[in-house]
């Protein structure tokens, strides 16, 4: 695989997963897969020939376990191999309405 089709396959990876709804985005930090690529490092996917990782943040809103199963979905999809998933970390739901001071 080419260094360019390593970087598309991640990117859609990336866009599939991050298009789950209910997905704050990527988790990050130490022990956390990551792909580094040629000017960048994508943290949180890792992926191989034949399965892949991703560690995600979701919306502490909903069933958890549901969302996860639709984020292994989009990502095995969008990888072509069987990828697992990790909940890194969970974030309160974003309001709508802003506070007023």
């Known amino acids: 695989m080419t260094e360019a089709s390593a970087a ?3 990117d859609r990876v990336v ?3 991050t298009a789950v709804d ?3 985005g990527l988790h990050s930090g130490p022990g956390v897969p990551a792909t580094h690529l040629p000017g960048r490092t994508v943290a949180g996917v890792r992926l191989g ?3 892949g990782k991703v560690h995600v943040v ?3 809103r909903g069933p958890l376990l549901a969302t996860a199963e639709k984020v292994r979905a989009a990502a095995s999809a969008a990888a072509g191999v069987p990828v697992d998933v990790v909940v890194g970390d969970v974030a309160a739901p974003v309001s709508r309405f802003s506070r007023r001071q």
């Open 15 to 17: 866009a599939a997963v």
């Open 22 to 24: 209910g997905v704050v």
């Open 49 to 51: 020939h034949q399965n």
């Open 8 to 10: 598309e396959r991640v």
């Open 58 to 60: 979701l919306e502490l």
